[in-house]
């Protein structure tokens, strides 16, 4: 894939709503998706992103923080055109002032200035980078330096790609949360998952994640990934970061020129202690996401619970339970379009489990050709 360069063409309680709630909702949701296919043709649209956690004490470059840092980041795009870069510091108690930053060799500014301050919890907008045009699929170079003292930083712990801190390889992603661009010309996608999502059982440097070879399955798309290893729908953790419905509003509905998002969620709900074995509490998590995201004009697509029978924390009773929110998901109209991500994956031999071409070792997570499936397994009129 090409390199950019400078120069080319161009929380969480689980409430439910009444169906009368829920009508009045969906009879704005055509007007709302009409304006937003309009703004993702014509404006931003997030082309790479990544969801942030509070560092615990186990992150020790996060949790001390920087004082003169450089961070550099190279991000894989999915759309292209011109670019802006998005900051966030959602768990931060401090402001932190960013810059002077490069993006693929060019300055990067904020109104006009090399250097800004990132408020704590807040986010932080570029202006457009001059003279910067990023091709479809290509890889982009961020470089931004933290005079500090910054104190804790907010970051997401592993982006199954190789970063740096000081020249030091990391796979973490300080501050930065995205990479904007004019040239989306398919689906703009986010991704709200787990483990799955953020790339486990792929190599590094690969790109093979699902929502990447989703990406290249759709040119012009643009996916922004927000997966969390452990991340669950209903509990917030401390390393695992806020559940899906605490993270909704800001992880997705802040993204510019959004129009499906697709949840991929629920599997850590159903093995990490406290387990959850209610599908019903699940489904009415489900719920809220899909009332929140109809509210904002926003098309929504549910992924079934893949099988993990082999992993360690596996029950029979969880079994069940996922099969009880994939049966509702499949047959209950929650969602707008449903991508029936157990159905790719799973053995038709023994169910519960993983095909074993695609399981990565440990009966939870992908390996690539897995992933590809996932991919395969999202039908593009639903987007």
């Not at 990132?118 to 699929?137: C, I, M, N």
């Not at 047959?331 to 159905?343: E, K, P, S, Y």
Request: a positive charge; hydrophobic letters at 40%; proline letters at 7%.
């Amino acid at each position: 894939m090409p390199a950019v360069t400078g120069r080319g063409p161009a929380r969480r309680g689980v409430l439910t709503a009444t169906v009368a709630g829920v009508a009045a909702v969906a009879a704005t949701v055509p007007e709302a998706r009409a304006a937003g296919r309009k703004a993702s043709r014509t404006g931003w649209a997030t082309s790479w992103a990544t969801a942030q956690t509070a560092p615990t004490a186990a992150d020790t470059v996060a949790a001390a923080g920087l004082t003169d840092g450089v961070c550099t980041a190279t991000v894989r795009l999915s759309a292209g055109g011109r670019v802006r870069l998005r900051y966030g510091h959602a768990f931060g108690t401090v402001p932190v002032l960013v810059g002077p930053v490069t993006a693929g060799g060019r300055a990067v500014t904020f109104g006009g200035q090399r250097q800004a301050w990132l408020a704590a919890g807040a986010s932080l907008t570029s202006d457009p980078v001059d003279g910067l045009r990023a091709p479809d699929g290509s890889a982009l170079t961020v470089e931004t330096r933290l005079p500090g003292p910054t104190g804790p930083l907010s970051f997401h712990r592993n982006t199954h790609a190789s970063h740096s801190v000081d020249g030091a390889r990391t796979t973490s992603v300080f501050l930065l949360t995205g990479v904007e661009v004019t040239g989306a010309h398919g689906p703009v996608v986010a991704v709200l998952g787990d483990s799955v999502a953020e790339g486990v059982g792929t190599p590094d440097d690969a790109d093979l994640r699902w929502p990447d070879q989703l990406a290249r399955r759709l040119p012009g798309s643009a996916v922004a990934n927000l997966g969390i290893s452990g991340n669950r729908l209903l509990l917030d953790d401390a390393r695992f970061g806020p559940g899906g419905q605490a993270r909704f509003d800001r992880d997705v509905l802040s993204l510019p020129g959004l129009r499906t998002v697709l949840v991929q969620l629920g599997v850590n709900d159903l093995q990490q202690p406290p387990a959850q074995t209610d599908s019903s509490v699940v489904l009415a998590g489900y719920r809220q996401l899909v009332l929140r995201a109809r509210s904002a004009g926003l098309r929504t697509v549910g992924a079934t619970i893949t099988p993990f029978e082999g992993w360690t924390r596996w029950t029979r009773e969880a079994d069940e339970v996922r099969q009880r929110i994939n049966r509702a998901v499949r047959t209950g109209h929650l969602f707008d379009a449903v991508a029936d991500f157990d159905a790719a994956l799973r053995d038709p031999a023994r169910p519960s489990r993983l095909r074993p071409a695609f399981d990565s070792g440990d009966g939870l997570h992908p390996t690539p050709s897995g992933h590809a499936a996932l991919a395969g397994a999202v039908d593009r009129r639903h987007l």
